[in-house]
């Protein structure tokens, strides 16, 4: 039912010129919100859950390809620097600075910030811009995307045990 309704809502909205990503962001909260204590929701839940966990390893895949074939060959220096500091200043103290009217502890917020959302999706976004408009210089706005992809894999990968072990401790 999850996958038909993401279908079916991403394909109605597009065919009526609208945007299909958000139509579908929008009908997950509304199903989300229907029934909320029916078991389907955990059912459901674990699915999409399986789901993405399949689309991510398919995704990374596929990302390791590209980086064999030479999607990074366009790196400057300039590039790196902006990885860097936007995986971790930048992320972060938006990260936190958007969660701080929360009752969360500034370590978990912190956290929280410094992880983010998974960067796929700015393949997303990136290849959806260029179906929309020609832009100059797509092969180095493909190569500075894919660095900061690969170097969130990297940092967060290594980082993400200790860090959760450690705000598990403190809690």
Not at 63 to 70: D, S
Not at 112 to 123: A, D, P
Request: aromatic share 14%.
């Amino acid at each position: 039912m999850a996958v038909a309704a993401t279908l079916l809502v991403y394909g109605i909205t597009e065919i009526v010129h609208g945007y299909g990503f958000i139509a579908v962001f929008i009908c997950a909260i509304t199903l989300r919100h229907f029934e909320k204590d029916h078991q389907y929701h955990d059912t459901l839940h674990s699915f999409t859950d399986q789901i993405e966990r399949l689309l991510v390893c398919l995704l990374l895949i596929i990302f390791g390809g590209a980086l064999a074939m030479g999607i990074l060959e366009p790196i400057t220096l300039k590039m790196v620097v902006f990885s860097v500091t936007f995986l971790l200043i930048v992320r972060p103290v938006f990260g936190w600075l958007a969660l701080s009217s929360s009752k969360m502890k500034n370590k978990e917020r912190l956290a929280i910030g410094f992880f983010g959302i998974r960067g796929m999706g700015s393949i997303f976004y990136l290849a959806f811009a260029f179906s929309k408009y020609n832009f100059e210089h797509q092969d180095e706005l493909w190569a500075a995307v894919s660095l900061t992809i690969l170097f969130s894999i990297l940092i967060h990968g290594l980082t993400a045990t200790r860090v959760m072990e450690y705000l598990k401790r403190e809690a």
